[in-house]
């Protein structure tokens, strides 16, 4: 099958699953996309609030209305995923956890959060794949254990003991390979998680600076400027629960 037929065939398939006629096909093709690349900055450009405007009523109850459209959101990144490259077991367990928990949550704020939450895990597990064919073992798992220890210190001689190579060795793979300082890297991570827990969390910011290990709450503010050109306070003002907003308008008019 070549590579139009198989874009034929999603677009089909995705018209007739989810109803994509409402909405412009593209976008919605592109978002899955980049979820199947592991592209979390695509992702997090194209995302669009659950349930809202575009993608019909499946239920007029609004909580059983967005858990049906949380469904098939999993189920359509579930097969995106495995068609690019995820193994089939793991897509499908995880799809089912996500599943699980979605009839768990017990409002629409619940709701949300794990739309979010599953569409940036099934991101990142794409994203390992992707990265694989990238970089080598040992900077993968230099990526990994930062992405696991955001919230606590990390240095080069505890990153080297953990895939049993000399801090030396390990930072001059790494600046080689990603471009960057294994300094810098986490200090980008940070600002990225940062950023996120600005936007869809309550936490203060001087809660959040202490979360991921900033020395100070300077320090946290220094770092987040640098990197964003605000300051964590003017961050939040301008984008904090920006994408709830039109899910709020939309619940007023039903």
């Given at each position: 099958?070549?590579?139009?037929?198989?874009?034929?065939?999603?677009?089909?398939?995705?018209?007739?699953?989810?109803?994509?006629?409402?909405?412009?096909?593209?976008?919605?093709?592109?978002?899955?996309?980049?979820?199947?690349?592991?592209?979390?900055?695509?992702?997090?450009?194209?995302?669009?609030?659950?349930?809202?405007?575009?993608?019909?009523?499946?239920?007029?109850?609004?909580?059983?209305?967005?858990?049906?459209?949380?469904?098939?959101?999993?189920a359509l990144i579930t097969r995106f995923?495995?068609?690019?490259?995820?193994?089939?077991?793991t897509a499908y367990t995880l799809s089912?956890?996500?599943?699980?928990?979605?009839?768990?949550?017990?409002?629409?704020?619940?709701?949300?959060?794990?739309?979010?939450?599953?569409?940036?895990e099934f991101t990142r597990q794409m994203?390992?794949?992707?990265?694989?064919?990238?970089?080598?073992?040992?900077?993968?798992?230099?990526?990994?254990?930062?992405?696991?220890?955001?919230?606590?210190?990390?240095?080069?001689?505890?990153?080297?003991?953990?895939?049993?190579?000399?801090?030396?060795?390990?930072?001059?793979?790494?600046?080689?390979?990603?471009?960057?300082?294994?300094?810098?890297?986490?200090?980008?991570?940070?600002?990225?998680?940062?950023?996120?827990?600005?936007?869809?969390?309550?936490?203060?910011?001087?809660?959040?600076?202490?979360?991921?290990?900033?020395?100070?709450?300077?320090?946290?503010?220094?770092?987040?400027?640098?990197?964003?050109?605000?300051?964590?306070?003017?961050?939040?003002?301008?984008?904090?629960?920006?994408?709830?907003?039109?899910?709020?308008?939309?619940?007023?008019?039903?």
């Amino acid at each position: 099958m070549s590579q139009t037929e198989k874009e034929l065939s999603y677009k089909a398939f995705l018209n007739r699953e989810y109803g994509f006629s409402h909405s412009p096909f593209e976008k919605e093709f592109e978002f899955y996309d980049c979820v199947k690349k592991g592209d979390t900055d695509g992702v997090e450009r194209l995302m669009t609030p659950l349930g809202s405007s575009g993608t019909g009523v499946l239920s007029e109850d609004p909580l059983r209305n967005l858990k049906y459209h949380f469904v098939v959101t999993v189920a359509l990144i579930t097969r995106f995923c495995v068609e690019g490259g995820m193994e089939m077991e793991t897509a499908y367990t995880l799809s089912d956890l996500y599943i699980l928990k979605a009839d768990k949550c017990m409002t629409e704020k619940d709701i949300h959060a794990l739309h979010r939450e599953a569409i940036l895990e099934f991101t990142r597990q794409m994203n390992r794949l992707v990265t694989a064919d990238v970089y080598s073992k040992p900077v993968i798992m230099t990526m990994d254990y930062i992405y696991d220890h955001l919230h606590s210190r990390i240095n080069e001689t505890e990153i080297a003991e953990y895939i049993s190579l000399s801090p030396s060795y390990i930072s001059r793979l790494f600046k080689k390979e990603v471009g960057v300082s294994l300094s810098t890297y986490v200090a980008i991570k940070r600002v990225e998680t940062a950023q996120n827990m600005l936007k869809y969390s309550d936490y203060p910011p001087a809660d959040i600076g202490n979360y991921l290990a900033f020395t100070s709450h300077s320090h946290f503010i220094s770092v987040f400027r640098k990197y964003t050109g605000m300051t964590p306070n003017e961050f939040r003002k301008k984008y904090y629960r920006d994408n709830w907003g039109d899910i709020k308008r939309n619940s007023t008019k039903k």
